[in-house]
């Protein structure tokens, strides 16, 4: 199993631009999440997804979109870039089936916003 | 108040050393913990789950005490290979399900 995989794994771009970074598990998960990482941050959760067809906002929503079409990928939008959105993102999945499920996270995306 | 504090370090300990991290929680209904460990530019991983009794994992031991809401993570005979962020990360009853709450890091460095 490839477990939690990301697309593509480094971006840069112009403020103002827009990209889709793709999310993809292959553990029939129900749960999955994007995070953002920044220096000195932590972890911050962007938004996540409850199952397939269903999105929610997290801690830090603004500036992006999701969507879970299908089961196993959940894509993060963002519709115009803008410099503070420089960051590593991260997703995850969990199967939640109890409380006590962790999570598994991807390799990440580099992205920086010029 | 954060919903989970860590001592950022940085923690520098000689190969062999043991060294010990600490993490607290703001929030009673905390339910379940772990602790993860971040390499550099890497994704985090599930180090070990906290249960109540306290657990060990070869030379990683993490403890949990409810009353002060507190977490520890210690690691004994200290490798090069544990040179790493240790992330705090509790979930809680009364949040949405699966939402999991992260402290910002402990970083360590072991030197030879």
């Known amino acids: 199993n490839a477990g939690v995989t990301q697309t593509p794994k480094f971006r840069v771009l112009k403020t103002g631009q827009s990209m889709t970074l793709l999310c993809a598990q292959d553990?029939?998960?129900?749960?999955m999440y994007w995070y953002r990482q920044d220096p000195g941050m932590g972890l911050r959760l962007i938004h996540y997804s409850v199952g397939e067809g269903t999105t929610a906002k997290g801690e830090v929503p603004d500036g992006y979109n999701v969507s879970r079409l299908k089961k196993q990928n959940f894509l993060l939008g963002l519709e115009s870039a803008a410099p503070s959105q420089t960051s590593v993102y991260f997703c995850?999945?969990?199967?939640?089936?109890?409380?006590?499920?962790?999570?598994?996270f991807g390799p990440g995306t580099r992205l920086t916003v010029l | 108040r954060k919903e989970v504090e860590q001592d950022p370090g940085p923690f520098n300990v000689p190969e062999g050393a043991t060294v010990a991290f600490n993490c607290t929680y703001s929030?009673?209904?905390?339910?379940?913990f772990f602790w993860y460990r971040q390499d550099c530019r890497k994704e985090p991983k599930l180090l070990m789950s906290v249960y109540s009794s306290g657990n060990e994992d070869g030379r990683f031991t993490a403890q949990l005490n409810r009353a002060s809401q507190y977490i520890s993570l210690l690691i004994r005979d200290s490798k090069l290979s544990d040179s790493a962020t240790y992330l705090c990360?509790?979930?809680?009853?009364?949040?949405?399900?699966?939402?999991?709450?992260f402290g910002r890091g402990t970083q360590l460095t072991v030197w030879p």
């Open positions: 990360v509790v979930n809680r009853r009364g949040s949405t399900l699966g939402r999991l709450y």
């Open positions: 553990m029939n998960h129900e749960y």
């Open positions: 995850a999945s969990s199967p939640q089936e109890r409380i006590t499920d962790t999570q598994y």
């Open positions: 929030n009673s209904a905390s339910q379940s």
